[in-house]
């Protein structure tokens, strides 16, 4: 398996991890939900991309199905991680498909109140206020 399968799998797998939690048994399914969030709406978009729709009577994939059953399960999460190695592995087309999912994906920072600082990466001192001091 390439590495660039390994770092496609691991930069798909929270996305999919927050869809499973916020939609859990029918995440697969093929309703879409307007209202969910950027990264909810791209995990669930990867996890159709990779395992398909599903009706929502259909049974999902078990790293699916374990994955909502145990939610921040270390094992579950890496159980998915490694399916869905497999299936781009075993599929260029469609890891060049994730791949373009996720460079869509854009980055949103927002800042809310009074002297509030927006930023992606903060790799030094940010203060705000009157009269700080940075020592």
Known sequence: MSD???LLAGQAVPYMAAATAAYGGA???KVRDDAADATVGLGRR?????FGTRGE??????????????????DALAALRLAVRRVLGADPALAADVQALLS????TV??????SIAAQTISGVAATGDSAAIR
């Open 4 to 6: 660039d399968v390994v």
């Open 27 to 29: 995440v697969l399914a």
């Open 46 to 50: 990867l996890l159709q991309r990779v």
């Open 57 to 74: 009577r259909q049974e999902l994939p078990e790293p699916v199905q374990n994955l909502i059953l145990y939610p921040g399960d270390d």
């Open 104 to 107: 869509g994906a854009a980055v």
């Open 110 to 115: 927002t800042a809310f109140g009074e002297r």
